[in-house]
């Protein structure tokens, strides 16, 4: 499995960027997949993740960025991304796109939050939010 992310950069306060996160080697359909980030000094963070089961369960967000970032997929096309509006410099980190084998019982926060939610991830794209 190969998860490549890009689109990130450099954005003033109130900005936006869009991320976007390329797989492959495995079907995005049936497995649990987000976005995660590392600020500096921080520990990683689950930042927006979407259920393997679909539209059976609405995304998860950190609470920081609700309203603000959107998390979508396209299983057709094998890509996953992030639409961040309304950036902060609390944004600034390297973010992460991640894959993880569904578990039966499991919700969409916990592929998010727990150490042992995703099995794949990718290198990472950086993001600086300037004030």
């Known amino acids: 499995a190969q998860l490549v992310e890009s689109g990130g950069g450099l954005a003033q306060a109130g900005g936006s960027l869009r991320l976007s996160c390329a797989t492959s080697g495995f079907t995005m359909d049936g497995v649990a997949v987000g976005w995660f980030r590392r600020a500096p000094g921080k520990e990683r963070e689950g930042v927006a993740c979407?259920?393997?089961?679909?539209?059976?369960?609405?995304?998860y967000y950190t609470t920081s960025v609700k309203g603000r970032f959107t998390v979508t997929k396209d299983n057709a096309e094998n890509m996953l991304y992030l639409q961040m509006n309304s950036l902060e410099p609390g944004d600034t980190a390297y973010y992460y796109c991640?894959?993880?084998?569904?578990?039966?019982?499991?919700?969409?926060?916990?592929?998010?939050?727990?150490?042992?939610?995703?099995?794949?991830w990718g290198k990472g794209t950086p993001v600086t939010v300037s004030s």
């Open positions: 991640a894959a993880g084998a569904r578990l039966a019982g499991r919700s969409t926060e916990w592929y998010c939050t727990s150490p042992y939610g995703m099995d794949y």
């Open positions: 979407l259920s393997p089961d679909n539209d059976n369960e609405p995304p």
